[in-house]
């Protein structure tokens, strides 16, 4: 939700208010927690919430849970990874027996490969998904909005990225075991996409920048002629202008005037209706955040763990 195409670095010093919100820690997630907990609790889905929520401790039970997922997802986050390493490590320990924390792992670890799922699917849809980030990133680099091309080092950014989260994520799953044999699938894509991104990846950059140049010089010639276009139209519109009022002036005779008839033909507008919000979330709810200073004295999600997420 309100996805902003840069990085949380640069979304925080495009946006200082945000940075100081959130504590500068996963700025993009938690501002889409937000966004879409405001969506969820207008009053115009009380019938919803009346289903999801049978009390308030649901509702922030549920709250806790989202907020521990979407975070989760923050791959930059250091702090925020060795944590979850730490939980799962804990959860699936041998003498482990809270099946709730176990569950809670789980939920995060799916949402997380949901986040870069394209790169656990056929070579064909890694690729296409692959090059739409990568014009999302090169697009903010042009405008200013990143530091580094991202052409210079995306060969192997990506086959850091499957070695180091990808296939250890998809490596989770398969130990967990929720999926049966379907996960292996997932774990053998990301594999043969790894090994065929290290044969062809750098060939494909370049087609890549190739492409996205040649897009923008498309979009260019394309703004030019829609600009004529409209000249065009403009020009032959005050021309229509014209032959009009030399039309109503030759018959201006036969016109009768009438000063009683005064109609307004402009349409009008209704006001939009507002709605009032916050109908089951009367909490006091503190924005998604993840701090070192909070972490050890909550209890959220499944579990009492004292590592879990403040929110």
């Known amino acids: 939700v309100d996805h902003s195409g840069v ?41 919803l919430q009346q289903c999801m929520f049978a009390d308030e401790s649901e509702l ?17 986050d250091k702090a925020g990874k060795e944590m979850q390493k730490n939980r799962w490590e804990k959860a699936f320990h041998p003498d482990n027996q809270d099946a709730d924390l176990k569950a809670s792992i789980v939920i995060e670890a799916i949402i997380q490969a949901a986040d870069v799922a394209h790169t656990m699917q056929h070579w064909q849809v890694y690729t296409r998904w692959n090059e739409k980030l990568f014009q999302e990133m090169y697009r903010a680099y042009e405008n200013g909005r990143a ?90 519109n005050s021309n229509s202008k014209d032959d009009t009022s030399s039309n109503k002036s030759t018959k201006a005779s036969t016109v009768v005037e009438d000063d009683t008839l005064n109609i307004d033909m402009t349409p009008t507008l209704k006001p939009k209706s507002t709605v009032s919000r916050g109908s089951v979330a009367t909490a006091d709810i503190r924005p998604p955040t993840l701090t070192d200073e909070t972490v050890d004295d909550v209890s959220i999600a ?8 403040d929110c």
């Open 147 to 236: 530091m580094k091309d991202p052409s210079l080092g995306w060969y192997k950014g990506e086959l850091w990225f499957f070695d180091n989260y990808i296939i250890p994520l998809a490596g989770k799953l398969e130990k967990c075991g929720i999926f049966g044999v379907s996960i292996d699938e997932c774990l053998n894509y990301a594999i043969d996409n790894r090994r065929e991104w290290a044969d062809k990846g750098e060939a494909i950059v370049e087609r890549m920048v190739r492409r996205y140049k040649e897009s923008k010089c498309a979009e260019v010639d394309t703004a030019v002629v829609l600009h004529s276009q409209e000249e065009v139209i403009l020009f032959n």
């Open 7 to 47: 990085s949380n670095a640069q979304l925080g010093k495009e946006n200082p208010g945000m940075a100081e919100k959130y504590r500068s820690r996963s700025i993009a997630e938690s501002n889409s927690i937000d966004i879409a907990w405001d969506m969820l609790t207008d009053s115009a889905f009380s019938n």
């Open 302 to 309: 499944f579990s009492t763990d004292s590592e879990e997420v």
């Open 60 to 76: 922030m039970r549920f709250r806790q849970m989202v907020v521990n997922m979407v975070i989760s997802t923050d791959i930059f």
